[in-house]
């Protein structure tokens, strides 16, 4: 016997809870399956353990320079690691927490604990139970990818959820993965006291941002004295008496370093294969991704997947656009679509580096005629009031069309004054319109109408 509900939503991330809640308002009965903890990545592994450890990190290194600010204090900072990973700790579960509470108390939603499967096109297993419905929502998001790389089954390694449960400083932590994930821990261990390598298999960090972005973010690391690997060919991993040792065929540097502790941070994978999709019949990409059209609906009448199981997004503001779009589509009769999407995110080194929209590089392969501007961090007042001047930020505008087509911003601040772009671009606004907006003084935004002012034709 299956038990029928209007709608059944796997997974309990960033996508999943939001949806339950705006189903069961407008009246549906919805089960609600989770199979490890509520909240998904984000909230147990992902950005609220990893911002909360920033801001650790971040205090540890404003300690440290306190002189710089005529602070003096007596002795250099100690970093008390279980503290830190308490912290971390209390603002996952309290988020964790409250995201439960809020599901087992909403009204027309049954919750159940469980390992979710496919039985059929509108059958799911649970367990031992069977529930139907003609609407399933999939959010079973990611987890880390284990890269099959020589000795890897041989040596301990750790990922971004293990790492979270070390409640001490590694003595040298050695990082596989020059991307998102692989920067911010490299540089909050740092902080913390580390020594910390990164290895990058490509010729450059964070290799889809612009060249000048990645330099820039290498020398930030370097200057705290995180040793950076590029162009690592050939990585293997080898127990040893000191830890791991890590080999790599690099143009230059030593062809093995020893850490005590290795990280995975090479990417990550769906959870979408062990979820019985073929018994489903729902299409998945070569990678696992599930299939989806600009609505977020797969090739099976009925069944839709949001967040980072479609591979149309890989942060939470993206997972959350899903449900809004799925939810309004559905619910209140729009035809939002993906593609109207524009793209922001942060990386949160400090300084984080805040984006949006195009590249230089990719609006250069547009093709389109162009105009850019760029201003150093040097020059930005609020920083220099707040001693942290690294970085720059800069614009790409179509020259003919007159539209905001990307901007970036590596400095202090930068994941904040980001979004009066991603603002000005949503609201499909001329440029003109930002430039000639008055901005609060000082603040790193009130560059931004200044940048656009020295606005000339690049190539
Ligand atoms: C270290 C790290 C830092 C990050 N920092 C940021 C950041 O600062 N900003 C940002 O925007 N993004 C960040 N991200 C990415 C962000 O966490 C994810 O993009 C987001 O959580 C995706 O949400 P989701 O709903 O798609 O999936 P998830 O949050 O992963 O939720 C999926 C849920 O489905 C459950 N599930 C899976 N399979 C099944 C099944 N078969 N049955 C039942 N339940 C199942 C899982 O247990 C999980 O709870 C970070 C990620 C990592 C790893």
Excluded at 80 to 106: F, H, P, Q, T, Y
Excluded at 107 to 116: M, S
Excluded at 235 to 246: D, E, K, N, Q
Excluded at 298 to 306: R, Y
Aim: include cysteine.
């Amino acid at each position: 016997m299956s038990r029928p509900f209007d709608a059944i939503v796997i997974g309990a991330g960033q996508a999943g809870p939001p949806l339950a809640g705006r189903l069961t308002t407008a009246g549906m009965s919805v089960a609600l399956i989770e199979r490890h903890l509520f909240g998904g990545t984000c909230v147990n592994t992902g950005c609220m353990p990893t911002k909360t450890l920033v801001a650790s990190a971040y205090a540890a290194h404003l300690a440290r320079r306190a002189a710089d600010y005529g602070v003096m204090l007596d002795a250099p900072p100690r970093i008390d690691m279980a503290r830190v990973k308490a912290r971390a700790d209390a603002v996952s579960a309290n988020s964790r927490a409250g995201i439960e509470g809020w599901l087992r108390a909403m009204k027309g939603c049954t919750v159940l604990k469980g390992h979710a499967r496919f039985v059929g096109p509108d059958t799911v297993s649970v367990g031992e139970e069977r529930l139907t419905a003609p609407r399933i929502f999939i959010d079973v998001g990611g987890r880390v990818l284990v890269p099959s790389l020589p000795g890897i089954d041989e040596v301990p390694y750790l990922t971004n959820s293990s790492l979270l449960s070390v409640d001490h400083v590694p003595e040298h932590l050695i990082i596989v993965g020059g991307s998102y994930v692989g920067l911010e821990f490299a540089q909050i261990y740092r902080r913390f006291g580390a020594e910390v390598t990164v290895v990058e298999m490509t010729a450059r960090l964070v290799g889809h941002e612009d060249e000048d972005v990645s330099q820039a973010i290498r020398e930030i690391l370097e200057g705290e004295g995180i040793t950076i690997r590029t162009s690592a060919e050939c990585i293997r991993l080898a127990p040893h008496a000191g830890g791991v040792a890590v080999g790599l065929d690099c143009t230059e540097g030593d062809p093995e370093i020893v850490g005590s502790h290795v990280l995975l941070a090479a990417g990550r994978r769906p959870n979408t294969d062990d979820l019985g999709l073929d018994k489903a019949g729902v299409g998945v990409d070569p990678r696992g991704y599930i299939q989806v059209d600009d609505f977020l609906a797969t090739n099976v009448p009925g069944i839709w997947a949001l967040g980072e199981c479609n591979g149309r997004g890989a942060f939470t503001h993206t997972a959350y656009n899903d449900f809004e779009i799925v939810a309004a589509n559905l619910l209140d009769g729009e035809a939002r679509q993906v593609s109207d999407r524009i793209l922001g995110y942060a990386l949160y080194i400090d300084p984080p580096l805040g984006r949006v929209g195009m590249t230089d590089s990719q609006a250069r392969a547009s093709g389109r005629p162009l105009l850019g501007a760029q201003r150093p961090m040097s020059r930005v007042g609020r920083a220099i009031e707040k001693g942290e001047t690294q970085g720059f930020m800069k614009i790409v505008v179509d020259a003919e069309t007159r539209r905001i087509l990307g901007a970036t911003i590596l400095g202090t601040g930068g994941d904040e004054a980001i979004h009066g772009v991603i603002d000005i671009m949503n609201a499909g606004a001329l440029y003109t319109v930002l430039q000639r907006a008055v901005p609060i003084h000082p603040t790193v935004s009130e560059l931004i109408p200044t940048m656009l002012g020295e606005l000339q034709p690049i190539r």
